[in-house]
């Protein structure tokens, strides 16, 4: 099958969102990232729960439920705090894919991936998402017409060799 694919694009918030998600998983802050929200949750219930049962603590059980509020934010923070220092990502892209690999090219930068740099990839519903040694490359579906998102996905089921299911 020959693959002949250009497409032009821009990342959304959501994208690197997607990114940040993905990324996490990777690596070991993504536990905490995952962890330190579900203690907020539980801290946040335990503090409301005290304000309504115990008002004569009411200072220490406000204390409490603010500082579950703040646990739960904290991954929305570090979201935000990653699409505010990746500004570059908001520039148009373009990916030429072919039968050698990949060509991103964004302002001013030009990267160059061989297939057989990509240890596996992962399909979702918006995204084609390649691995490559540490670096992820996202690819929104949303560049490509029905006719290339069918193309490219059978393309990489074919020639990847570890597929990791659609999620």
């Given at each position: 099958m020959q693959l002949a694919l250009r497409a032009q694009y821009r990342l959304s918030r959501e994208d690197s969102e997607e990114l940040l998600?993905?990324?996490?998983?990777?690596?070991?802050?993504?536990?905490?990232?995952?962890?330190?929200?579900?203690?907020?949750?539980?801290?946040?219930?335990?503090?409301?729960?005290g304000l309504f049962y115990d008002r004569r603590h009411l200072r220490n059980w406000t204390s409490l439920a603010v500082l579950g509020a703040i646990l739960v934010l904290v991954r929305r923070f570090v979201f935000w705090a990653e699409w505010r220092s990746k500004r570059k990502v908001v520039h148009p892209f373009e990916i030429v894919?072919?039968?050698?690999?990949?060509?991103?090219?964004?302002?001013?930068?030009?990267?160059?991936?061989e297939w057989s740099d990509f240890s596996n990839f992962k399909e979702t519903k918006r995204h084609f998402v390649?691995?490559?040694?540490?670096?992820?490359?996202?690819?929104?579906?949303?560049?490509?017409?029905?006719?290339?998102?069918?193309?490219?996905?059978?393309?990489?089921?074919?020639?990847?060799?570890?597929?990791?299911?659609?999620?």
């Open positions: 998600r993905i990324r996490c998983r990777q690596e070991w802050y993504g536990i905490l990232l995952t962890l330190i929200p579900a203690i907020g949750c539980t801290l946040l219930a335990f503090g409301a729960a894919l072919d039968e050698t690999g990949i060509v991103a090219r964004g302002p001013g930068d030009e990267e160059h991936y390649l691995f490559h040694h540490r670096k992820v490359l996202l690819l929104p579906k949303r560049a490509f017409t029905t006719q290339d998102l069918n193309v490219l996905s059978t393309f990489l089921r074919r020639n990847l060799l570890a597929y990791v299911p659609r999620a």
